[in-house]
C-alpha cells in the first residue's frame, strides 16, 4: 500500500501545481455585421418556385448540349448571365469586387466602364442552398463577398437564402448535379419577375466596418487592433494524464485480443 504524502489532494497543492498565462482578448470589428439577410419561408418558397420557372429552359438547354456536343444549338440569353456552382459564383464576385477592393488599398482606379467594351454584367443576385450545404466554410464568404462586390450604397448585390431541398430542385431543374450555388446579372428580361420579388422582399447584405466603401469623400483608414491582455491559470500535468491513460486503454486492447496459454 503506498504511503499518503501529507497535503497531497489539499487546495494548496492544487493551486501549486497551476501555472499563470495571459489570455489574448482580441476586439475585432471584422467578425462582426456578416449575418445573412432573414427571409420569411413563405417568401423562400416563392422565389424557389420563380426560380424553377425562369431556370427550367436553360436546364433544357445544358441537357442538348451535354448530348448533342458536336451540333450547334441555340444559346439562350441566360447562358452569358448565370454562374452555377461555388468557383465560377466567387470567381465573378471578386472579379467585381475588384475595384471596391483598390478603393481600400489606395490604389488608382482603373478604367471607366465605358473605356472597357468587354466588362461583363453586373451581378445582381445571388442564390445559396444554405441549408443543404453540409460545411459553413463554402457560404461563410458570402455575406462579406457580396457586400464588396456591390455597385453603390443604393445598388447592392442580393443575397438570397434558399429554403431547405433548393438543392435537389436546382439540380433537377437545370440537369446537373449538386447545384447549389448560383448568380444572375440583372440585365435580364425573363428574370424581371424573379428580380421583383428579391428585391421586394430580401433586405441588403449590411457590414458596418465597411460602410465607407461606397463614400466618395471617405480616404481608407487603418486602425491598430485593440487587444488586451487577462491573467488567468491553466492546470499543469494535465496533458500527459489523459495521454498516459490512452496509451494504457491502447495496451489493455492489446493484451485482450492474444490468446493465453495455459
Known amino acids: 500500500m503506498s504511503k499518503h504524502t501529507p497535503g497531497a489532494g489539499s487546495i494548496r497543492d492544487i493551486e501549486q501545481k497551476k501555472r499563470e498565462v495571459l489570455k489574448p482578448l482580441l476586439e475585432n470589428p471584422f467578425t462582426q455585421g456578416t449575418e445573412w439577410p432573414t427571409i ?3 417568401v423562400a418558397e ?11 429552359g ?3 438547354y445544358l441537357e442538348m448540349r451535354s448530348l448533342n456536343k458536336d451540333k450547334k444549338i441555340p444559346v439562350p440569353e441566360v447562358a452569358g448571365k448565370i454562374t452555377i456552382g461555388f468557383n465560377s459564383t466567387v470567381k465573378k464576385l471578386e472579379k467585381q469586387a475588384g475595384p471596391n477592393r483598390a478603393k481600400l488599398l489606395g490604389k488608382p ?5 465605358q473605356e472597357q467594351p468587354n466588362t461583363p454584367g453586373y451581378v445582381k443576385y445571388v442564390f445559396v442552398a444554405k441549408s443543404d450545404i453540409s460545411t459553413s466554410l463554402l457560404t461563410s464568404c458570402f455575406p462579406l463577398l457580396t457586400y464588396s462586390a456591390s455597385r453603390s450604397a443604393l445598388d447592392r448585390v442580393k443575397l438570397v437564402e434558399l429554403p431547405r431541398g433548393a438543392m435537389q430542385k436546382l439540380s433537377k431543374v437545370l440537369r446537373t448535379d449538386n447545384v447549389s450555388i ?8 425573363d ?3 424573379l428580380f421583383d420579388v428579391v428585391d421586394s422582399n430580401i433586405r441588403d447584405v449590411e457590414v458596418p466596418w465597411l460602410a465607407a466603401l461606397f463614400d466618395e469623400n471617405s480616404a481608407p483608414v487603418y486602425e491598430k487592433p485593440n487587444i488586451k491582455f487577462v491573467k488567468t491559470s491553466v492546470p499543469v500535468g494535465r496533458a500527459n494524464k ?3 491513460g490512452v496509451l494504457k486503454k491502447k495496451k489493455n486492447r492489446k493484451n485482450e485480443g492474444r490468446v493465453l496459454k495455459p
Open 191 to 193: 428574370g424581371k419577375l
Open 46 to 56: 416563392t422565389i424557389m418556385e420563380c426560380l424553377i420557372q425562369v431556370l427550367s
Open 109 to 113: 482606379p482603373k478604367r471607366s466602364k
Open 182 to 189: 448560383i448568380s444572375l446579372e440583372e440585365k435580364w428580361a
Open 242 to 244: 489523459k495521454k498516459n
Open 40 to 42: 420569411d419561408r413563405s
Open 58 to 60: 436553360y436546364g433544357i
